[in-house]
């Protein structure tokens, strides 16, 4: 299981599909990572709350990856996703 700093970050969201804005956490927490498990040409943006923690613009030919932000958002963790993405976001 991932930790950050000591702490376990045993959340997480499975998402597929174009969606959103979906609140995965609604409260504060910690943005551990993304994985990109199917990748195809759109975009997944996370929110704290209406501020933009990060925008991942995904090309179609892309190998799955994984991104680690270890970030703190205050308000709510939110995500959306342009095109058929397969991804998975994990948080405390």
Same mark, same amino acid.
């Given at each position: 299981?991932? $930790?950050? &700093?000591?702490?376990?970050? &045993? &959340?997480? %969201? #499975?998402? %597929? *599909? $174009?969606? *959103?804005?979906? !609140?995965?956490?609604? $409260? *504060?927490? +910690?943005? #551990? !990572? +993304? !994985?990109v498990n199917t990748p195809v040409a759109g975009t997944v943006t996370l929110l704290d709350g209406a501020a933009t923690i990060a925008v991942v613009t995904v090309p179609a030919a892309l190998n799955p990856f994984e991104l680690t932000y270890d970030v703190q958002f205050f308000t709510n963790l939110q995500v959306t996703i342009t095109g058929a993405q397969d991804i998975t976001v994990s948080w405390q």
């Open positions: 299981m991932p $930790a950050v &700093n000591g702490v376990p970050c &045993n &959340n997480f %969201s #499975h998402l %597929s *599909g $174009a969606q *959103g804005p979906i !609140t995965l956490k609604p $409260a *504060g927490g +910690l943005l #551990h !990572t +993304l !994985t």
